[in-house]
Protein backbone atom coordinates (compact mmCIF):
# COMPACT_ATOMS: atom_id res chain seq x y z
CA UNK A 1 0.00 0.00 0.00
CA UNK A 2 1.50 3.61 -1.10
CA UNK A 3 2.34 5.50 2.01
CA UNK A 4 0.07 8.36 3.08
CA UNK A 5 1.56 11.96 2.71
CA UNK A 6 -0.86 15.30 3.87
CA UNK A 7 0.49 18.53 2.58
CA UNK A 8 -0.98 21.22 4.80
CA UNK A 9 -0.65 25.04 3.06
CA UNK A 10 -3.52 28.04 2.92
CA UNK A 11 -1.58 28.48 -0.54
CA UNK A 12 -3.14 25.47 -3.67
CA UNK A 13 -0.40 26.63 -6.08
CA UNK A 14 1.98 25.14 -3.46
CA UNK A 15 -0.26 22.43 -2.40
CA UNK A 16 -0.16 21.40 -6.05
CA UNK A 17 3.93 22.42 -6.32
CA UNK A 18 4.80 19.53 -3.49
CA UNK A 19 2.01 17.07 -3.97
CA UNK A 20 2.78 16.36 -7.69
CA UNK A 21 6.07 15.41 -7.22
CA UNK A 22 5.39 13.38 -4.53
CA UNK A 23 2.26 11.38 -6.38
CA UNK A 24 4.87 10.66 -9.23
CA UNK A 25 7.11 8.71 -6.78
CA UNK A 26 4.12 6.82 -5.72
CA UNK A 27 2.96 7.96 -3.01
CA UNK A 28 -1.07 8.76 -1.75
CA UNK A 29 -1.33 12.41 -1.69
CA UNK A 30 -4.05 14.55 0.45
CA UNK A 31 -4.07 18.12 1.55
CA UNK A 32 -5.26 20.45 4.15
CA UNK A 33 -5.16 24.31 4.26
CA UNK A 34 -6.15 25.28 7.48
CA UNK A 35 -4.95 23.91 10.72
CA UNK A 36 -8.38 22.75 11.89
CA UNK A 37 -8.73 20.99 8.63
CA UNK A 38 -5.44 19.51 9.22
CA UNK A 39 -5.82 18.24 12.98
CA UNK A 40 -9.16 16.36 11.36
CA UNK A 41 -7.62 14.50 8.42
CA UNK A 42 -4.91 13.11 10.88
CA UNK A 43 -7.48 11.70 12.95
CA UNK A 44 -9.70 10.37 9.81
CA UNK A 45 -6.90 9.72 6.96
CA UNK A 46 -4.24 8.11 9.35
CA UNK A 47 -1.43 9.82 7.01
CA UNK A 48 2.25 8.16 7.49
CA UNK A 49 3.98 11.51 7.27
CA UNK A 50 2.79 15.45 7.48
CA UNK A 51 4.45 18.25 5.48
CA UNK A 52 3.39 21.52 7.48
CA UNK A 53 3.61 25.60 6.61
CA UNK A 54 4.05 27.55 9.79
CA UNK A 55 1.67 30.61 8.18
CA UNK A 56 -2.10 29.14 8.12
CA UNK A 57 -5.49 31.39 8.28
CA UNK A 58 -6.77 29.65 11.37
CA UNK A 59 -3.97 28.90 13.38
CA UNK A 60 -0.23 28.44 13.30
CA UNK A 61 1.44 25.74 12.43
CA UNK A 62 3.55 25.64 15.49
CA UNK A 63 0.14 25.41 17.31
CA UNK A 64 -0.72 22.41 15.02
CA UNK A 65 2.78 21.07 15.92
CA UNK A 66 2.23 20.98 19.71
CA UNK A 67 -1.51 19.47 19.05
CA UNK A 68 0.01 16.59 17.26
CA UNK A 69 2.64 15.87 19.97
CA UNK A 70 0.27 16.30 22.56
CA UNK A 71 -1.79 13.46 21.45
CA UNK A 72 -0.31 10.16 22.38
CA UNK A 73 -0.85 7.94 19.39
CA UNK A 74 1.03 10.92 17.68
CA UNK A 75 4.22 11.52 18.77
CA UNK A 76 6.04 9.99 16.67
CA UNK A 77 4.12 10.51 13.30
CA UNK A 78 6.78 12.22 11.48
CA UNK A 79 6.58 15.78 10.68
CA UNK A 80 8.18 18.40 8.18
CA UNK A 81 7.72 21.61 8.37
CA UNK A 82 7.60 23.47 5.06
CA UNK A 83 7.97 27.32 5.37
CA UNK A 84 9.21 30.91 3.99
CA UNK A 85 10.47 32.34 7.29
CA UNK A 86 13.78 31.46 7.33
CA UNK A 87 15.36 33.44 10.48
CA UNK A 88 16.91 31.02 13.19
CA UNK A 89 14.53 32.00 15.33
CA UNK A 90 12.06 30.34 13.09
CA UNK A 91 13.59 27.41 12.76
CA UNK A 92 14.23 26.57 16.48
CA UNK A 93 10.72 27.06 17.51
CA UNK A 94 9.36 25.03 14.73
CA UNK A 95 11.78 22.20 15.65
CA UNK A 96 11.26 22.70 19.76
CA UNK A 97 7.69 22.31 18.81
CA UNK A 98 8.10 18.44 17.78
CA UNK A 99 9.03 19.07 14.05
CA UNK A 100 11.68 16.52 12.46
CA UNK A 101 12.81 18.86 9.68
CA UNK A 102 12.55 22.49 9.09
CA UNK A 103 12.73 23.26 5.08
CA UNK A 104 12.61 26.86 3.93
CA UNK A 105 10.83 27.61 0.66
CA UNK A 106 11.80 27.93 -2.24
CA UNK A 107 12.36 24.05 -2.55
CA UNK A 108 13.60 21.91 -4.94
CA UNK A 109 10.39 18.92 -5.82
CA UNK A 110 13.59 16.95 -5.67
CA UNK A 111 14.73 17.68 -2.04
CA UNK A 112 11.09 17.33 -0.90
CA UNK A 113 10.23 13.56 -2.29
CA UNK A 114 14.21 13.20 -0.70
CA UNK A 115 13.25 14.25 2.87
CA UNK A 116 9.87 12.39 2.50
CA UNK A 117 11.82 9.62 1.64
CA UNK A 118 14.50 9.41 4.62
CA UNK A 119 12.23 10.72 7.58
CA UNK A 120 9.84 7.69 6.32
CA UNK A 121 13.08 5.35 6.15
CA UNK A 122 14.50 6.72 9.54
CA UNK A 123 10.89 6.53 11.30
CA UNK A 124 10.41 2.86 10.09
CA UNK A 125 13.78 1.74 11.75
CA UNK A 126 13.04 3.88 15.30
CA UNK A 127 9.80 2.05 15.48
CA UNK A 128 11.15 -1.01 14.68
CA UNK A 129 13.88 -0.73 17.76
CA UNK A 130 11.52 0.06 20.19
CA UNK A 131 9.25 -3.17 19.11
CA UNK A 132 12.41 -5.31 20.25
CA UNK A 133 12.12 -6.12 23.70
CA UNK A 134 15.94 -7.09 23.16
CA UNK A 135 16.19 -3.27 22.35
CA UNK A 136 14.79 -1.70 25.24
CA UNK A 137 17.34 -1.35 28.04
CA UNK A 138 19.36 2.12 27.39
CA UNK A 139 22.41 1.49 25.56
CA UNK A 140 25.73 3.62 26.69
CA UNK A 141 27.84 4.99 24.09
CA UNK A 142 31.40 6.42 25.49
CA UNK A 143 33.00 8.79 23.10
CA UNK A 144 37.04 9.17 23.84
CA UNK A 145 39.36 11.53 21.87
CA UNK A 146 42.35 9.71 20.56
CA UNK A 147 44.21 12.91 21.90
CA UNK A 148 43.28 16.40 23.30
CA UNK A 149 41.46 18.59 21.40
CA UNK A 150 39.45 16.89 18.56
CA UNK A 151 36.30 18.08 18.94
CA UNK A 152 34.98 14.83 21.48
CA UNK A 153 32.53 17.53 23.63
CA UNK A 154 31.50 19.58 20.63
CA UNK A 155 30.51 15.71 18.71
CA UNK A 156 28.58 14.19 22.42
CA UNK A 157 26.75 17.73 22.71
CA UNK A 158 25.56 16.98 18.79
CA UNK A 159 25.02 14.02 18.65
CA UNK A 160 22.98 13.32 22.26
CA UNK A 161 20.88 16.40 20.90
CA UNK A 162 20.03 14.96 17.92
CA UNK A 163 18.88 11.62 19.19
CA UNK A 164 16.94 13.42 21.74
CA UNK A 165 15.39 15.49 18.88
CA UNK A 166 14.22 12.03 17.59
CA UNK A 167 12.23 11.55 20.58
CA UNK A 168 14.83 9.56 22.50
CA UNK A 169 15.13 9.60 26.16
CA UNK A 170 18.87 10.60 26.55
CA UNK A 171 21.49 11.41 29.27
CA UNK A 172 25.13 12.98 28.39
CA UNK A 173 27.48 11.98 31.36
CA UNK A 174 30.56 14.32 30.85
CA UNK A 175 32.57 12.11 33.08
CA UNK A 176 35.70 14.07 34.09
CA UNK A 177 37.34 15.47 37.12
CA UNK A 178 38.41 18.26 36.07
CA UNK A 179 36.21 21.80 34.69
CA UNK A 180 33.75 20.66 32.47
CA UNK A 181 32.83 22.76 29.10
CA UNK A 182 30.14 20.49 28.26
CA UNK A 183 27.27 23.55 30.19
CA UNK A 184 29.02 26.34 27.62
CA UNK A 185 26.91 24.22 24.91
CA UNK A 186 23.81 24.76 26.17
CA UNK A 187 24.17 28.42 28.30
CA UNK A 188 24.39 26.31 31.42
CA UNK A 189 25.16 27.18 35.16
CA UNK A 190 24.21 24.10 36.81
CA UNK A 191 24.28 23.81 41.09
CA UNK A 192 24.50 20.15 40.91
CA UNK A 193 27.22 18.65 39.03
CA UNK A 194 29.55 15.03 38.46
CA UNK A 195 31.22 15.87 41.87
CA UNK A 196 27.79 16.17 43.76
CA UNK A 197 27.53 12.04 43.12
CA UNK A 198 31.35 11.58 43.61
CA UNK A 199 30.95 12.19 47.12
CA UNK A 200 28.17 9.16 47.36
CA UNK A 201 29.04 5.58 48.38
CA UNK A 202 28.30 3.53 44.68
CA UNK A 203 24.82 1.91 46.75
CA UNK A 204 23.70 5.48 46.98
CA UNK A 205 24.49 6.46 43.64
CA UNK A 206 20.65 5.26 42.87
CA UNK A 207 18.00 7.15 40.65
CA UNK A 208 16.93 10.06 43.45
CA UNK A 209 19.97 11.08 43.77
CA UNK A 210 21.39 10.92 40.20
CA UNK A 211 18.05 12.57 38.51
CA UNK A 212 18.49 15.15 41.45
CA UNK A 213 21.54 15.82 39.59
CA UNK A 214 20.80 15.63 35.81
CA UNK A 215 19.96 19.27 34.12
CA UNK A 216 17.20 19.56 31.64
CA UNK A 217 17.49 21.30 28.17
CA UNK A 218 15.13 22.47 25.66
CA UNK A 219 16.10 19.90 23.04
CA UNK A 220 14.70 16.91 25.80
CA UNK A 221 17.67 15.92 26.28
CA UNK A 222 19.33 15.83 30.07
CA UNK A 223 22.84 16.36 31.41
CA UNK A 224 25.16 15.61 33.71
CA UNK A 225 27.93 17.97 33.84
CA UNK A 226 31.40 18.19 34.84
CA UNK A 227 32.42 20.11 37.90
CA UNK A 228 31.94 23.94 37.41
CA UNK A 229 34.58 24.99 40.29
CA UNK A 230 37.88 24.25 41.44
CA UNK A 231 37.11 23.11 44.64
CA UNK A 232 34.65 20.45 43.28
CA UNK A 233 37.49 18.72 41.23
CA UNK A 234 37.63 14.63 42.02
CA UNK A 235 37.97 11.55 40.48
CA UNK A 236 35.17 8.95 40.39
CA UNK A 237 35.95 5.48 41.22
CA UNK A 238 35.21 2.76 38.65
CA UNK A 239 32.56 1.33 41.03
CA UNK A 240 30.57 4.66 41.17
CA UNK A 241 30.83 5.31 37.67
CA UNK A 242 29.57 1.19 37.21
CA UNK A 243 26.86 2.12 39.19
CA UNK A 244 25.69 5.69 37.49
CA UNK A 245 26.28 4.18 34.67
CA UNK A 246 23.59 1.02 35.62
CA UNK A 247 20.91 3.36 37.00
CA UNK A 248 20.81 5.73 33.86
CA UNK A 249 20.74 2.91 31.67
CA UNK A 250 18.06 1.34 33.66
CA UNK A 251 16.04 5.23 33.07
CA UNK A 252 16.58 6.27 29.44
CA UNK A 253 17.11 4.97 25.70
CA UNK A 254 20.97 6.18 25.54
CA UNK A 255 23.78 7.45 27.97
CA UNK A 256 26.03 9.59 26.15
CA UNK A 257 29.45 9.63 28.02
CA UNK A 258 32.12 12.36 27.51
CA UNK A 259 35.01 10.78 28.58
CA UNK A 260 38.38 12.78 28.60
CA UNK A 261 41.47 11.51 26.80
CA UNK A 262 44.11 10.45 29.42
CA UNK A 263 43.18 7.03 30.64
CA UNK A 264 42.10 6.88 34.10
CA UNK A 265 40.57 3.65 36.27
CA UNK A 266 36.95 6.05 35.49
CA UNK A 267 37.44 6.06 32.24
CA UNK A 268 38.01 2.29 31.97
CA UNK A 269 35.27 1.62 33.65
CA UNK A 270 32.85 3.73 31.69
CA UNK A 271 34.53 1.86 28.62
CA UNK A 272 33.49 -1.71 29.48
CA UNK A 273 30.36 -0.48 30.58
CA UNK A 274 29.47 0.77 26.88
CA UNK A 275 27.84 -0.75 24.06
CA UNK A 276 29.36 1.30 21.53
CA UNK A 277 33.05 3.25 21.94
CA UNK A 278 33.76 5.76 19.58
CA UNK A 279 37.26 6.99 19.17
CA UNK A 280 37.59 10.35 17.79
CA UNK A 281 40.37 11.20 15.41
CA UNK A 282 41.47 13.58 13.18
CA UNK A 283 42.90 12.34 9.85
CA UNK A 284 46.65 13.42 10.42
CA UNK A 285 49.64 10.91 11.18
CA UNK A 286 50.11 11.88 15.06
CA UNK A 287 46.46 11.56 15.51
CA UNK A 288 46.36 8.22 13.66
CA UNK A 289 49.47 7.03 16.02
CA UNK A 290 47.37 8.14 18.90
CA UNK A 291 44.30 6.53 18.02
CA UNK A 292 46.52 3.08 17.34
CA UNK A 293 47.94 3.80 21.26
CA UNK A 294 44.20 3.85 22.35
CA UNK A 295 43.50 0.71 20.21
CA UNK A 296 45.98 -1.31 21.98
CA UNK A 297 45.08 0.28 25.60
CA UNK A 298 41.55 -0.87 25.05
CA UNK A 299 42.47 -4.18 24.19
CA UNK A 300 44.15 -4.41 27.30
CA UNK A 301 41.12 -3.54 29.10
CA UNK A 302 39.41 -6.11 27.21
CA UNK A 303 36.73 -3.89 25.61
CA UNK A 304 35.41 -5.94 22.74
CA UNK A 305 36.76 -5.13 19.16
CA UNK A 306 33.69 -5.19 17.70
CA UNK A 307 32.72 -2.24 19.93
CA UNK A 308 35.24 0.16 18.74
CA UNK A 309 33.93 2.67 16.03
CA UNK A 310 36.10 5.65 14.41
CA UNK A 311 34.97 9.35 14.24
CA UNK A 312 36.82 11.06 12.22
CA UNK A 313 36.93 14.78 12.74
CA UNK A 314 38.37 16.47 10.01
CA UNK A 315 40.26 19.68 10.46
CA UNK A 316 42.88 20.06 7.66
CA UNK A 317 42.85 20.37 3.51
CA UNK A 318 41.50 17.18 1.72
CA UNK A 319 44.83 16.57 -0.06
CA UNK A 320 46.90 16.39 3.16
CA UNK A 321 44.17 14.36 5.13
CA UNK A 322 44.39 10.58 5.63
CA UNK A 323 41.44 8.33 4.11
CA UNK A 324 38.66 6.76 6.10
CA UNK A 325 39.75 3.64 4.49
CA UNK A 326 43.37 3.66 5.72
CA UNK A 327 42.73 5.12 8.91
CA UNK A 328 40.56 2.17 8.81
CA UNK A 329 43.05 0.26 8.22
CA UNK A 330 45.71 1.38 10.54
CA UNK A 331 42.98 1.38 13.66
CA UNK A 332 41.41 -1.92 12.53
CA UNK A 333 37.99 -0.88 13.00
CA UNK A 334 35.62 0.80 10.93
CA UNK A 335 34.94 4.57 11.06
CA UNK A 336 31.36 5.20 11.50
CA UNK A 337 31.60 8.96 9.92
CA UNK A 338 33.76 11.64 8.74
CA UNK A 339 32.72 15.27 9.90
CA UNK A 340 34.36 18.08 7.97
CA UNK A 341 35.09 20.76 10.93
CA UNK A 342 32.89 23.60 10.21
CA UNK A 343 34.62 26.30 13.04
CA UNK A 344 32.39 29.72 12.29
CA UNK A 345 29.37 27.23 12.90
CA UNK A 346 30.66 25.68 15.65
CA UNK A 347 31.24 29.23 17.36
CA UNK A 348 27.73 30.32 16.32
CA UNK A 349 26.49 27.34 18.29
CA UNK A 350 28.43 27.94 21.31
CA UNK A 351 27.85 31.65 21.49
CA UNK A 352 23.97 30.81 21.40
CA UNK A 353 23.63 27.87 23.50
CA UNK A 354 22.11 25.88 20.63
CA UNK A 355 24.04 22.77 19.05
CA UNK A 356 24.72 22.67 15.64
CA UNK A 357 22.37 19.99 14.53
CA UNK A 358 19.60 22.37 15.77
CA UNK A 359 20.83 25.72 15.23
CA UNK A 360 21.40 25.26 11.97
CA UNK A 361 19.72 22.09 10.77
CA UNK A 362 20.56 22.64 6.77
CA UNK A 363 23.97 22.48 6.66
CA UNK A 364 26.69 19.66 5.96
CA UNK A 365 28.10 19.32 9.30
CA UNK A 366 24.44 19.29 10.75
CA UNK A 367 23.27 16.40 8.11
CA UNK A 368 26.06 14.44 9.00
CA UNK A 369 25.81 14.33 12.49
CA UNK A 370 22.09 13.62 12.21
CA UNK A 371 23.26 10.53 9.98
CA UNK A 372 25.47 9.59 12.40
CA UNK A 373 23.30 9.54 15.04
CA UNK A 374 21.02 7.28 12.77
CA UNK A 375 23.64 4.82 12.43
CA UNK A 376 24.27 4.75 16.18
CA UNK A 377 20.55 3.78 16.67
CA UNK A 378 21.00 1.00 13.58
CA UNK A 379 23.94 -0.27 15.01
CA UNK A 380 23.85 -4.34 16.92
CA UNK A 381 25.31 -3.30 20.18
CA UNK A 382 28.26 -5.21 21.09
CA UNK A 383 27.71 -8.24 23.84
CA UNK A 384 29.57 -8.29 27.18
Same mark, same amino acid.
Given at each position: ??????????? /?????????????????????????????????????????? $????? *??????????????????????????????????????????????????????? /?????????????????????????????????????? *??????????? $?????????????????????????????????? $???????????????????????????????????????????? =???????????????? =???????? *?????????????????????????????? =?????????????????? =?????????????????????????????????????? *?????????????????????? /????????????
Amino acid at each position: MAEKILIVDDQ /ALMLRMIGLPLEQEGFTVVTAMTGAQALQQIQADRPDLVILD $LVLPD *TSGIEVCHRIRQTPTLVDLPLIILSGQTDLSAKIQGLEAGADEYVTKPVDPKEIV /ARVRGLLARTHRLRQTAADPSARQGRIITLIGVKGGVG *TTTLTANLATS $LALRRHRVVAVELRPYYGTLARHFKLSPTATLST $LAELAPSHINAANVSACLQPTPQGLHLLLGPQRLKDYREMQPEQ =VTALLTTLANQTDFVV =VDLPHMPS *TAGRAALRAAQTVLAVVEPEPSAVAAGQAL =VELLGAWSIPAQALKVVV =VNRIQAALAQSPSEIERALGCGVLGTITAAPDQALSAL *TIGIPMVQSAPATLVASTLAEM /ADRIVALKPAGR
